[in-house]
Antibody
Framework: EVQLVESGGGLVKPGESLKLSCAAS????????MHWVRQAPGKGLLWVAR????????AYADSVKGRFTISRDNAENTLSLQMNGLRVEDTAVYYC?????????????WGKGTTVTVSS | DIQMTQSPSSVSASVGDRVTITCRAS??????LGWYQQKPGKVPKLLIY???DLESGVPSRFSGSGSGTDFTLTISSLQPEDFATYYC?????????FGQGTRLEIK
């Protein structure tokens, strides 16, 4: 079964850091691009970051650029998101997603999400 | 960035109705458009990619069309399990962007 399981969410204060992890199974992780997508409470979906299959190329939403870092360990089938300088507006459920194999970019596998709350 | 605008923001319909949701891109994205369904408290699910290709396992009552800047998602005969929020997403270029969502409610 293809599966993504996120972990690492929690309650932090503004300015603090948090690292999210995503464990992948049931597919050839090293072949696929991966994304993080977030959803603030009661709001829509916002793409956060993506990484190519070997980790050599990354891209970020402007709202997180310079503060968040996406990375992967293909030996461990793990995707990560290091979040520094957290802001109240970063409060959201963070989803690990797989880029659907094929041309262009859609997300065909989603984890259940991990909740990040930034509050003083 | 490419802006995605959905209409309507919400719609009420009955079981058996035909429903259409539209999505407009701020620039030409060819056919690189996906549709997702999200039920309350659940994870988004990819329904359609490439504007009109049905993801495996998705019922055939769902269909998508369009190209360029204007796209539609049609549900031909609403079932009780279809009441959810639907999002479009452009897969043409980064940053990937989503529409604001359309909430489909029971009338």
């Amino acid at each position: 079964e293809v599966q993504l399981v996120e972990s690492g969410g929690g309650l932090v204060k503004p300015g603090e850091s948090l690292k999210l992890s995503c464990a992948a199974s049931g597919f050839t992780f090293s072949s696929d691009w991966m994304h993080w997508v977030r959803q603030a409470p009661g709001k829509g979906l916002l793409w956060v970051a993506r990484i190519n299959n070997d980790g050599s190329n990354t891209a970020y939403a402007d709202s997180v650029k310079g503060r968040f870092t996406i990375s992967r360990d293909n030996a461990e089938n793990t995707l990560s998101l290091q979040m520094n300088g957290l802001r109240v507006e970063d409060t959201a459920v963070y989803y690990c997603t797989r880029d659907r194999p094929g041309p262009y970019h859609y997300m065909d596998v989603w984890g259940k999400g991990t909740t990040v709350t930034v509050s003083s | 960035d490419i802006q995605m605008t959905q209409s309507p923001s919400s719609v009420s319909a009955s079981v058996g109705d035909r429903v259409t949701i539209t999505c407009r891109a701020s620039q030409d994205i060819s056919g690189w458009l996906g549709w997702y369904q999200q039920k309350p408290g659940k994870v988004p699910k990819l329904l359609i990619y490439g504007a009109s290709d049905l993801e495996s396992g998705v019922p055939s009552r769902f269909s998508g069309s369009g190209s360029g800047t204007d796209f539609t998602l049609t549900i031909s005969s609403l079932q009780p399990e279809d009441f959810a929020t639907y999002y479009c997403q452009q897969g043409h270029s980064f940053p990937v962007t989503f529409g604001q969502g359309t909430r489909l409610e029971i009338k």
